[in-house]
């Protein structure tokens, strides 16, 4: 039963314009949502995350967004650089202080020159 | 400051064999969690070590089983591989069982033959 949900495999973008990545969740005892990014060869490495008492968390080029009740969030790169192309994972973590991450199955995103 | 580290980076072993992963945190870390992440799926929660104990297990069988040192380094073990085995198999520690600065390791990809 995936609890965490990234539906497309794959976003091809162009250079400069924006890209949105969706996440969906399931568990309502989600309560910490984390977005990851990860190139070949290497470990995951932490992007930008979202506590559910938020619905926007800018970081940078990067926003994520949630929404409690759908369920939702999302991951805006604005503008997208070709550096970015990469394999992004969604996360969320349990409430009550539980430090596991459930994670998404990832996205490819490829941003083109 | 280090960063997380493992060992072997590759591994190939028999089905029925045992192995043992290894895993040194981050400078100033004291917790350990692992993940088995399979071909094409998200990465999935093992077990996490907090201070040499076992601090949470996700759904794994008890041949997967693991051990944290009192220098906070980490080992999982393997016992009677099978082939579903196959995976990356990635560490990421962090300090206090917290998510924020939770940093991952570039993994273990281990095949079982």
């Known amino acids: 039963d995936q609890q965490v949900k990234q539906n497309s495999p794959s976003l091809s973008v162009q250079e400069g314009r924006i890209s949105i990545l969706n996440c969906d969740y399931t568990?309502?005892?989600?309560?910490?949502f984390l977005w990851y990014k990860k190139y070949p060869a290497e470990g995951p490495t932490f992007l930008i995350s979202?506590?559910?008492?938020?619905d926007k968390n800018e970081d940078g080029r990067f926003t994520v967004f949630l929404n409690k009740s759908a369920k939702h969030l999302s991951l805006h790169i604005v503008p997208s650089q070709p550096g970015d192309s990469a394999v992004y994972f969604c996360?969320?973590?349990?409430?009550?202080?539980?430090?596991?991450?459930?994670f998404g199955k990832g996205m490819k995103l490829t941003v083109n020159p | 400051e280090t960063g997380v580290t493992q060992s072997p980076t590759h591994l190939i072993k028999t089905r029925g064999q045992q192995v043992t992963l290894r895993c040194s945190s981050q400078?100033?870390?004291?917790?350990v969690s692992w993940y088995q992440q399979a071909l094409g799926q998200g990465p999935q929660f093992i077990f996490q070590?907090?201070?040499?104990?076992?601090?949470g297990r996700g759904n794994f069988p008890p041949r997967f089983s693991g051990l944290q040192f009192p220098n906070y380094s980490s080992e999982l073990n393997v016992n009677a591989l099978e082939l579903d085995d196959s995976a990356l198999y990635l560490c990421?520690?962090?300090?206090?069982?917290?998510?924020?600065?939770?940093?991952f390791g570039s993994g273990t990809r281990l095949t079982v033959v």
């Open positions: 990421a520690s962090s300090q206090d069982r917290g998510l924020s600065g939770y940093t």
């Open positions: 568990n309502s005892m989600f309560d910490y």
């Open positions: 979202i506590s559910s008492i938020k």
């Open positions: 996360a969320a973590s349990p409430q009550g202080g539980s430090e596991k991450l459930v």
């Open positions: 400078s100033g870390h004291n917790t």
């Open positions: 070590y907090y201070r040499e104990e076992e601090n």
